[in-house]
């Protein structure tokens, strides 16, 4: 019967059995690999790619579906993020507290644990700067060091589920014998099997590649050309027209007096705009790091294909020079920069589908969005709680699998493309680059008096509105109506 669990338990004779109990069977010729369950787990899940969203779905699936085994595995030989400081907002938090690692994770937050609280925009590209707007929200935004975050998050996991490193998947195919079974190709020869596959493996995501090389075959083979060659081009990233340098200032390296600067004075974030341009800064690491992020914009090249390399090192220089002319703060500020990395910012294109079978891709995987509203990481939370909440439902089974990613792509799939378009929004707003100011050039802008203060008060209104989607149903009642509907779907079955 389809529905039924099929547990095998582990034979001590099995090639692939392993003196853990776990079910994977890795080396083994795909064509003999028998598919092993452990007594008592329903069915098993692999997670490619350790990041945030694969980390967070872990956790996540091991705190609310303890009947699933799953394994993780990454490409990389060690774990380390890159990159600079990351913002959670209070639904990303939310889920934090979810999973039980509120505690753990404010030992490495903020200004020393506290949360961030106000934020304020100044319009800089002119020799006086003004305020935009200055907002002390009664809403928690909790900032870390990457890989203080990434540390904590890896340390909850239990020793059953470490992550298994120097794993680049290369492909994935879903059995069509009706054993409903994923087969796993890494590129080192070995194989590995799952009745779920999540594809947290990033923006350059290889199984968002293989899903929708699948769908176009299909599409192609079926006549649908236009539709083959539209689901093709989701496969490659697209690039923003952004660039990003992240840079970390340590505190304890600066000069005398330096304190008085309002960047390495208060808890704020403190978002700096001009035509084409921004710098944000806020505290990590307990205050004993500034994270320090300046965007430069290229309007006319987004949607393009960027050939270059997306990350490399950028010197001060490179930095300083795109500042010119900015008001003293930022000037003082980018002094302090001993280079960082630059980050090209691609995205993902708005995909039709996160799911296909058996497989979902979560995080930037499926939605890699710009950075405007800190909200990347958080929405791969909000996939991979979701996902694990749908997941430990009594009445999901290996069998109703597909059923279970269906109700994750419906529910999903638009929140997190609205977040996603409302991300690019706020990018053009603080580039001073929305529809509304196609007229200001940056000579006009540098002018200083460009824009009155009713005109910085509606820019101001226009960047607060696109944080709406923060303040509806929360992330736990979300989840509630997923499962709720999720048994609307198990009834018509
Ligand atoms: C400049 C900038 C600032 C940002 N600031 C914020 C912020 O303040 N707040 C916020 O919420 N978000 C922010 N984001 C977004 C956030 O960083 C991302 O959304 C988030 O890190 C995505 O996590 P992920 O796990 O989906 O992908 P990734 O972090 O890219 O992880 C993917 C993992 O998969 C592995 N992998 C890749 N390919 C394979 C393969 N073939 N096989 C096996 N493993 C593989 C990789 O090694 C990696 O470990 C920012 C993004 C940028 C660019």
Redesign the pocket.
């Known amino acids: 019967m389809a529905d039924q669990l099929s547990i095998i338990r582990p034979q001590p004779t099995s090639r692939g059995y392993k003196s853990s109990g776990h079910f994977y069977v890795e080396n083994f010729p795909l064509a003999r690999a028998p598919h092993i369950l452990c007594a008592m787990s329903k069915f098993s899940i692999a997670i490619?790619?350790?990041?945030?969203?694969?980390l967070i779905s872990a956790l996540s699936l091991q705190k609310f579906a303890p009947d699933v085994e799953f394994a993780i595995?990454?490409?990389?030989s060690e774990?380390s993020d890159i990159?600079a400081?990351?913002?959670?907002a209070p639904r990303?938090w939310a889920i934090i507290q979810a999973i039980g690692l509120e505690e753990a994770l404010l030992k490495v937050a903020g200004d020393g644990g506290q949360p961030c609280i106000p934020h304020m925009h100044r319009k800089s590209d002119q020799a006086e700067g003004v305020i935009i707007d200055r907002t002390v929200r009664d809403e928690m935004n909790y900032s870390f060091f990457r890989a203080e975050l990434q540390r904590v998050l890896l340390e909850h996991l239990f020793p059953k589920n470490k992550v298994r490193l120097n794993?680049?998947?290369v492909s994935y195919v879903q059995r069509s014998d009706g054993s409903a079974i994923v087969e796993l190709l890494f590129e080192d020869g070995s194989t590995a099997q799952c009745d779920v596959l999540l594809g947290?493996?990033?923006?350059?995501?290889?199984i968002r590649a293989n899903m929708y090389s699948q769908l176009a075959d299909q599409a192609q083979a079926e006549g649908r050309h236009d539709e083959a060659s539209r689901l093709r081009s989701h496969i490659t990233p697209v690039f923003s027209g952004e660039i990003?340098y992240?840079c970390l200032i340590r505190k304890d390296t600066l000069p005398e007096g330096v304190s008085e600067h309002p960047a390495f004075n208060a808890s704020d974030l403190i978002i700096y705009c001009g035509k084409n341009r921004h710098i944000v800064t806020y505290p990590v690491s307990q205050g004993r790091v500034l994270n320090v992020?300046a965007g430069v914009s290229y309007p006319e090249q987004e949607g393009t294909i960027y050939e270059g390399s997306w990350t490399s090192a950028a010197g001060r220089e490179e930095i300083t020079k795109e500042f010119v002319g900015w008001e003293a703060d930022v000037q003082e500020l980018v002094q302090y920069v001993n280079g960082g990395l630059k980050?090209v910012?691609n995205v993902v294109t708005k995909l039709p589908t996160y799911v296909h079978g058996r497989v979902a891709l979560?995080?930037?995987?499926a939605h890699?969005m710009g950075?405007h509203l800190?909200?990347?990481?958080?929405q791969?939370f909000e996939d991979a709680f979701l996902l694990a909440k749908l997941i430990s439902h009594p009445g999901v089974t290996k069998g109703n699998i597909p059923v279970v990613l269906g109700i994750y792509d419906e529910v999903r799939r638009p929140f997190t493309q609205h977040v996603a378009a409302l991300a690019r929004r706020r990018g053009k707003l603080h580039h001073l680059d929305s529809p509304e100011l196609a007229w200001l050039t940056a000579e006009r802008s540098a002018k200083g008096d460009a824009l009155s203060q009713e005109q910085l008060g509606e820019i101001s209104e226009m960047m607060e509105r696109c944080r709406d989607w923060q303040f509806g149903p929360s992330v736990l009642e979300e989840s509630v109506a997923a499962q709720r509907k999720l048994e609307g779907a198990f009834q018509s079955l």
């Open positions: 490619v790619g350790a990041g945030l969203s694969g595995y990454d490409a990389v774990l990159g400081g990351i913002g959670l990303a794993k680049r998947l947290c493996d990033g923006i350059r995501s290889r990003v992240r992020g980050w910012i979560v995080g930037d995987a890699a950075h800190g909200a990347g990481a958080g791969s």
